[in-house]
């Protein structure tokens, strides 16, 4: 396994795989050298859960929806590479 790690678990009764691998997709393009492994994983039950390296850092039925793309690279960015302006996506 490579560190660190970002876990997207999705539903796959709700359909939310394309929503996962797109959100994989923007945070691999934004920290390509940062993150070390993105994992796509199914799930069942309305659960779409973000986890970097085991720390839970988005739950759906925990917030009441999906974040944000700036909110969530925000998240990662503070957490793998404090220092990283991320330029538009740092501005309200």
């Given amino acids: 396994m ?37 994992a796509l994983v199914p799930g069942i039950g309305g659960v779409f859960e973000i986890r970097l390296n085991d720390e839970t850092i988005w739950s759906r039925k925990e917030r009441h929806g999906f974040p944000e793309l700036a909110e969530l690279k925000r998240l990662v ?14 501005r309200p």
């Fill in 2 to 38: 490579r560190e660190p790690r970002l876990e997207i678990e999705y539903c796959t009764q709700c359909r939310w795989l394309l929503r996962a691998a797109w959100f994989a997709q923007e945070l691999l393009t934004t920290f390509p050298g940062d993150l070390g492994e993105v």
């Fill in 77 to 90: 960015r503070d957490r793998i590479a404090p220092d990283r302006d991320l330029g538009h996506s740092d």
